[in-house]
C-alpha cells in the first residue's frame, strides 16, 4: 500500500458499518469490560465535514481513572500477564495488527468520519501506518536484553543489567492523526510488558473505541489495556496527577506540555512529551525546483496542515524564490477541498471550529502585520469547518504567524540571497522549537553538514517520510524523549542493575 495510491468512495458496507459504530452510545473499557462513566456524563462528537452530532462519547471522572489505575495495577501484579513468555505478548499484538489489517476500510471510513482527513489518506497512510508500528513493536518484546559488565573494584562479581517494564503508562493522543499516534503509544507499551491506560483526543475517539473492541476479542488480559473517553480537564489532568501512574506520555501542545510536567512531579513519574514544531523547509540552490515545489507543498498543505512536523517555514535560494513560492502557491489556489469522503477531495476540514478560527486569525494577523498573502486564503463558506490554504511572504521573525505553530494550511515563505550554511541554519533555528526540519538539495556534502547544524530531532532530504524504526522527538520546546525505534520501546523500560559477590 503506498500513499499515491487512487481510492474509490469506500465500499458502502464499510461506511455504513463506521457510521453505524459512530451513532452508538460509547462507553468507557476499563479492567477488561464496557462499562458505564460512573458520574453518568456524555459528550458529543462532531463531523468536521459537516457540523453534524455523529456520537455520544462517556466522560470518565476521578472516579473512574482510579477504577482505571487499580485495573492496570492489578494488571501490572498479575502472573498472567507479568510472567508472559515476551514471543506471547509479540503473538498478541501481531494479532491485533492483522485484526486491524482486516477491517481497515472500516477504520479509514472512522477515522475520516471523526477527523476529516480524505480517506484515501487514511486507508493508505494513516492505517498502515498504525499497523506497521504494532508490527514492529511487537519484533522488540523478544529483544529486551540487558547485559554483563565487567566490574573493576575489590573481589569477584558478576554483574548485569536487566530492562523491566516501567508500570502503568498514561497514553494521551492528539486529533490530527488519532489511530497512528494511538498505535504508536500502545505497541511499544506493550511490547515492554506495560499496562496502559490510553485517553484519546475528545474531537477524535471513535477509531480508539473501535480499537479497544479489538484489543477485547483477541483476549488481552484483563487490564492491560485500558480506555477512558473525554476531555483535557477532568480526565486527563486526573491521569497525568494520579500517583499510581509511573509513567505518562503525550503528544500535543507545548503548553499542555507544561502541564503534564508539573502534574508529574507528585511521583516523579517518567514522562515522554511529542510537542508542537514550526519546521523548516531549506531549498538550496542545487535543488530541483520542481520537486521541491511538490515537497513543500506536501509539507505544509497534508492534513490540513494539522501536523506536529508541518513545514510551516520555507527559505528558498533567491535563485528559486518565485519559481518555488508561485508553484506552491498555484497549488493552494487550486486545491480541492471538501468532505475526505470524495474521492477528489485534496483537503478536508481542520477539526473544529475553534481552530478553523484559529487557523483564520493567524492569516489576519499576519496581512495586518505587514506580510503578504501571496496566494490562497480564500474565505470559505458553508457547512464544515474549512480553511483554504495560504502562502504568505514578506514576513519577519517577531510576527506571530511565522514565530508560532498554527496547525493550519499556512505557509510563511522567505529567501535568501547566498549559501552560507552557518547562516541558513541560523535562520532556520530561529525558533523557540525543534522537532522537524527538510532540506532540498542535488549535493550530498551539503547535505550531510547542514543537518549536522540544525536544530532538530529529525532532519529529512529531498521528501521522505517518518518510519517506526526511526527515533522521533524535537530539541528545545518540541518535547523530552524519543519515540519509535529502540529508543521509543527503552522509554517503557527500567533499567535495573544487580551485582552478585561470587
Known amino acids: 500500500m503506498t500513499s499515491a495510491a487512487v481510492l474509490e468512495k469506500p465500499q458502502v458496507p ?3 458499518t463506521a457510521r453505524a459504530f459512530a451513532a452508538s452510545k460509547h462507553r468507557l473499557f476499563i479492567g477488561g469490560r464496557w462499562v458505564e462513566p460512573l458520574e453518568g456524563r456524555y459528550f458529543a462528537s462532531h463531523n468536521p465535514a459537516t457540523g453534524n452530532k455523529h456520537a455520544d462519547i462517556g466522560e ?11 485495573a492496570a495495577r492489578g494488571a501490572m501484579d498479575n502472573p498472567e500477564w507479568s510472567e508472559m513468555k515476551p514471543s506471547l505478548r509479540a503473538r498478541l499484538i501481531n494479532r491485533l495488527a492483522d485484526a486491524l ?10 477515522e475520516t468520519l471523526d477527523n476529516g482527513m480524505p480517506v484515501r489518506d487514511a486507508k493508505f497512510f494513516h492505517i498502515p501506518h498504525a499497523i506497521e508500528s504494532l508490527r514492529y513493536n511487537a519484533g522488540w518484546a523478544t529483544k529486551l536484553n540487558g547485559e554483563t559488565i565487567a566490574l573493576s573494584g575489590m573481589g569477584t562479581w558478576h554483574a548485569y543489567t536487566l530492562r523491566e517494564p516501567v508500570g502503568v503508562v498514561a497514553q494521551i493522543v492528539p486529533w490530527n492523526a488519532p489511530l497512528a499516534m494511538a498505535c504508536a503509544k500502545i505497541a511499544p507499551a506493550l511490547a515492554a510488558g506495560c499496562a496502559v491506560i490510553l485517553k484519546p483526543a475528545e474531537e477524535t475517539s471513535l477509531t480508539a473505541l473501535r480499537l479497544a473492541q479489538l484489543i477485547e476479542e483477541i483476549g488481552f488480559p484483563a487490564g492491560v489495556f485500558n480506555l477512558l473517553t473525554g476531555f483535557g480537564e477532568p480526565t486527563g489532568a486526573a491521569l497525568t496527577a494520579h500517583p499510581g501512574v509511573d509513567k505518562v506520555t503525550f503528544t500535543g501542545s507545548t503548553a499542555v506540555g507544561r502541564l503534564i510536567l508539573r502534574a508529574a512531579a507528585g ?3 517518567r514522562v515522554t512529551l511529542e510537542l508542537g514544531g514550526k519546521t523548516p523547509v531549506i531549498v538550496l540552490p542545487d535543488a530541483d525546483p520542481v520537486r521541491a515545489i511538490e515537497g513543500a507543498a506536501r509539507a505544509i498543505f497534508t492534513n490540513a496542515g494539522q501536523v506536529c512536523n508541518a513545514g510551516s517555514r520555507l527559505f528558498v535560494h533567491e535563485r528559486h ?3 518555488v513560492v508561485d508553484g506552491v502557491g498555484k497549488l493552494a489556489d487550486a486545491m480541492k477541498l471538501g468532505s475526505g469522503l470524495e474521492a477528489d477531495t485534496q483537503m ?3 477539526i473544529s471550529e475553534v481552530q478553523r478560527d484559529r487557523v483564520r486569525g493567524y492569516v489576519r494577523s499576519g496581512v495586518s502585520d505587514g506580510a503578504t498573502l501571496h496566494a490562497g486564503g480564500r474565505e470559505i463558506h458553508g457547512d464544515g469547518f474549512f480553511v483554504a490554504p495560504a502562502v504568505l511572504t514578506g514576513t519577519d521573525a517577531e510576527m506571530a504567524v511565522r514565530r508560532e505553530e498554527i496547525f493550519g494550511p499556512v505557509l510563511c515563505a522567505m529567501s535568501f540571497a547566498d549559501a552560507d550554511l552557518d547562516r541558513i541554519a541560523a535562520d532556520a533555528n530561529a525558533s523557540d522549537y525543534g522537532l522537524g526540519a527538510v532540506v532540498w538539495t542535488n549535493d550530498l556534502s551539503t547535505a550531510h553538514k547542514l543537518a549536522r547544524k540544525l536544530k532538530a530531532g529529525t532532519v529529512r532530504v529531498n521528501g521522505g517520510g517518518l518510519d517506526p524504526a526511526l527515533p522521533f522527538g524535537g530539541f528545545k520546546q518540541s518535547g523530552w524523549g524519543r519515540e519509535n525505534g529502540r529508543e521509543g520501546i527503552d522509554a517503557y523500560t527500567e533499567t535495573k542493575s544487580i551485582a552478585i559477590a561470587l
Not at 470518565?60 to 487499580?70: E, H, I, L, P, R
Not at 489489517?101 to 472512522?110: K, S, V
Open 14 to 16: 464499510s461506511l455504513e
Open 60 to 70: 470518565a471522572g476521578q472516579a473512574d481513572v482510579d477504577s482505571a489505575v487499580a
Open 101 to 110: 489489517e482486516a477491517n481497515i476500510d472500516e477504520f479509514a471510513a472512522l
Open 267 to 269: 511521583n516523579f513519574k
Open 321 to 323: 524564490f518565485d519559481q
Open 348 to 350: 478536508g476540514p481542520v
